[in-house]
């Protein structure tokens, strides 16, 4: 039954992309029954909490927050919370020992439960669970569009749920069980709503999106690409992740196919020691994620390559963790996330033996991502002095006239228009269509000024005078 009356809402996410996607659907579908998202927890009547569980350090996380929670509740008893992700789907009812203050519990593939679940608990007076691991599209949440000109300019659309790929340390198929993708058909509706409501680009994402198999006719990974390629008032497509082991000939001539794919993928490697990589299981050797770098440079000579890399798994050696080194020296990553190895509960190599120090591991990960960081400033400086392209994503600073964006690669390029000094001067016409250029989703093209470890810096090419264009025509 619709709410009439206005109810505020907070969700607090922790974890992956996948999280956020989730957390947006769950405003939208809330706000359909009259929820308001409000800024912080204090001031919500109902608390919603997206967990995560792929290292210890994230689940610790989730259950510091909900200790806070059970303290608001404390002065506001009628505050509801409920919890949804990836812990939920792991601990169950479980979760209620730790943290009785929660109401709700909804799992990974039951997010399209939660209205009711919040209904049953308001009637009732007693706590709900829902952790079924619903089959097929039903799988997927499933929200309003947002209004038009509501979107921001850039959007996740999850097109995949679950991974089948078991590697030694995941909790993640246990949590989000078998793969299962949402029909092209649905995908593409949900990306033109968006761009309906202004957002220019989109990742798509899934655990291992190389798996994507959709619809009757078994639509594959490269060819949803080419389809939501087509749709009209796009700019971009991104995605996210990449198994190396099944990344196809397919996929990497999409990137010199496609004019809207970015050139950038992420393709976590994990470790540069073929030992490592088999007790991992991850499928793949050293040499063979090499040769697909090398086979994407082919396709794409100037795309960027992310990764992501585990230190300390059970049993690496000093001489794996060089090896690690060696990879990175090679492949010369445009950027990497790297994590100690955190013990999963489920997963087999929390029963590996010849686990790392902890000491040993964390003096592995700042030497690694010290090295990276000399790699990523290096890439970062070549591109001192280049024109590129920027999607704006927004302002960078409340207080300054300063924007932020990416490159059609994967760099974040903040840039200022004019001086301050000057734009302070500027009369209010002008100011605001200066500032219109710069909206969320323009594509400015900039000119690179200043290099950092994790962005650049530079300023707007100057715009053709009004009218020039037609002369030039
Ligand atoms: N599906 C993606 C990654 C999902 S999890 C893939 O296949 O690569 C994101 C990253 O978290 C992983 O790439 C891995 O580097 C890291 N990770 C996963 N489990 C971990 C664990 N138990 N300890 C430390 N890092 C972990
Ligand atoms: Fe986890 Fe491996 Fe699946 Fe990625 S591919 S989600 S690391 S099991
Ligand atoms: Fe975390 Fe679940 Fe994503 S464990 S990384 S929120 S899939």
Same mark, same amino acid.
């Given at each position: 039954m619709p709410m009439t009356d206005s109810r505020?809402?907070?969700?607090?996410?922790? =974890?992956?992309?996948?999280? *956020?996607?989730?957390?947006?659907?769950?405003?939208?579908?809330?706000?359909?029954?009259?929820?308001r998202p409000v800024a912080g927890p204090e001031s919500a009547d109902l608390v919603v909490v997206n967990t995560c569980a792929i290292r210890e350090k994230a689940e610790q996380k989730v259950f510091s927050f909900l200790g806070r929670l059970a303290r608001l509740k404390r002065e506001r008893p009628g505050m509801m919370v409920a919890v949804g992700g990836c812990v939920a789907q792991q601990e169950g009812e479980k979760i209620r020992k730790r943290a009785p203050c929660v109401d709700v519990i909804f799992g990974t593939r039951s997010i399209n439960a939660l209205p009711g679940l919040l209904d049953a608990a308001e009637v009732t007076g007693r706590p709900q669970a829902e952790l079924a691991m619903s089959p097929g599209e039903a799988a997927f949440v499933t929200a !309003?569009?947002?209004?038009?000109? %509501?979107?921001?300019a850039s959007a996740f659309v999850t097109i995949m749920q679950g991974c089948d790929n078991f590697c030694a340390y995941c909790v993640v198929p246990r949590v989000r069980g078998r793969e299962v993708s949402k029909p092209p058909e649905s995908t593409l509706a949900e990306i033109e709503n968006l761009v309906a409501a202004g957002v220019r680009e989109v990742t798509l994402l899934g655990q291992n999106v190389n798996a994507y198999c959709g619809g009757a006719g078994g639509c594959d990974f490269p060819e949803l690409l080419a389809r939501v390629n087509a749709v009209e008032g796009l700019r971009r497509i991104r995605f996210t992740t990449s198994h190396p082991k099944d990344l196809s000939e397919g996929l990497m001539a999409a990137f010199g196919r496609l004019d809207k794919l970015c050139h950038h993928i992420h393709l976590p490697v994990q470790s540069g020691s073929d030992a490592v990589l088999a007790r991992m299981n991850r499928k793949y050797s050293r040499q063979i994620y090499m040769d697909r770098v090398a086979a994407l440079r082919d396709h794409c000579p100037d795309i960027a390559i992310t990764s992501d890399f585990i230190v300390g798994f059970p049993g690496e050696s000093e001489a794996d963790f060089e090896q690690t080194l060696s990879l990175m020296d090679a492949v010369r990553f445009d950027g990497v996330f790297a994590f100690n190895y955190s013990d999963r509960p489920g997963a087999p190599a929390a029963r590996f033996r010849n686990k790392v120090d902890p000491a040993a591991s964390s003096r592995r990960l700042e030497r690694l991502l010290n090295f990276q960081k000399t790699v990523t400033t290096e890439k970062h400086a070549a591109m001192v002095g280049k024109v590129v392209e920027v999607l704006v994503d927004g302002p960078a600073r409340k207080s300054a006239p300063q924007f932020t964006g990416r490159?059609? =690669?994967?760099?974040?390029?903040?840039?200022?228009?004019?001086?301050?000094?000057?734009?302070?001067?500027?009369?209010?016409? &002008?100011?605001? &269509?200066?500032?219109?250029?710069?909206?969320?989703?323009?594509? *400015? !093209? *900039?000119?690179?000024? %200043?290099a950092f470890a994790h962005s650049l810096r530079g300023k707007p090419e100057p715009r053709e005078a009004k009218g020039e264009k037609s002369h030039a025509a």
């Amino acid at each position: 039954m619709p709410m009439t009356d206005s109810r505020t809402l907070y969700i607090h996410t922790i =974890g992956c992309q996948m999280n *956020v996607y989730d957390g947006e659907q769950i405003e939208r579908m809330l706000a359909g029954r009259g929820y308001r998202p409000v800024a912080g927890p204090e001031s919500a009547d109902l608390v919603v909490v997206n967990t995560c569980a792929i290292r210890e350090k994230a689940e610790q996380k989730v259950f510091s927050f909900l200790g806070r929670l059970a303290r608001l509740k404390r002065e506001r008893p009628g505050m509801m919370v409920a919890v949804g992700g990836c812990v939920a789907q792991q601990e169950g009812e479980k979760i209620r020992k730790r943290a009785p203050c929660v109401d709700v519990i909804f799992g990974t593939r039951s997010i399209n439960a939660l209205p009711g679940l919040l209904d049953a608990a308001e009637v009732t007076g007693r706590p709900q669970a829902e952790l079924a691991m619903s089959p097929g599209e039903a799988a997927f949440v499933t929200a !309003r569009p947002p209004e038009a000109g %509501a979107g921001p300019a850039s959007a996740f659309v999850t097109i995949m749920q679950g991974c089948d790929n078991f590697c030694a340390y995941c909790v993640v198929p246990r949590v989000r069980g078998r793969e299962v993708s949402k029909p092209p058909e649905s995908t593409l509706a949900e990306i033109e709503n968006l761009v309906a409501a202004g957002v220019r680009e989109v990742t798509l994402l899934g655990q291992n999106v190389n798996a994507y198999c959709g619809g009757a006719g078994g639509c594959d990974f490269p060819e949803l690409l080419a389809r939501v390629n087509a749709v009209e008032g796009l700019r971009r497509i991104r995605f996210t992740t990449s198994h190396p082991k099944d990344l196809s000939e397919g996929l990497m001539a999409a990137f010199g196919r496609l004019d809207k794919l970015c050139h950038h993928i992420h393709l976590p490697v994990q470790s540069g020691s073929d030992a490592v990589l088999a007790r991992m299981n991850r499928k793949y050797s050293r040499q063979i994620y090499m040769d697909r770098v090398a086979a994407l440079r082919d396709h794409c000579p100037d795309i960027a390559i992310t990764s992501d890399f585990i230190v300390g798994f059970p049993g690496e050696s000093e001489a794996d963790f060089e090896q690690t080194l060696s990879l990175m020296d090679a492949v010369r990553f445009d950027g990497v996330f790297a994590f100690n190895y955190s013990d999963r509960p489920g997963a087999p190599a929390a029963r590996f033996r010849n686990k790392v120090d902890p000491a040993a591991s964390s003096r592995r990960l700042e030497r690694l991502l010290n090295f990276q960081k000399t790699v990523t400033t290096e890439k970062h400086a070549a591109m001192v002095g280049k024109v590129v392209e920027v999607l704006v994503d927004g302002p960078a600073r409340k207080s300054a006239p300063q924007f932020t964006g990416r490159t059609f =690669g994967n760099a974040i390029v903040n840039f200022t228009p004019e001086p301050a000094d000057r734009m302070d001067q500027m009369d209010l016409m &002008d100011r605001t &269509d200066l500032m219109d250029q710069f909206r969320p989703g323009r594509r *400015v !093209r *900039v000119l690179i000024e %200043a290099a950092f470890a994790h962005s650049l810096r530079g300023k707007p090419e100057p715009r053709e005078a009004k009218g020039e264009k037609s002369h030039a025509a």
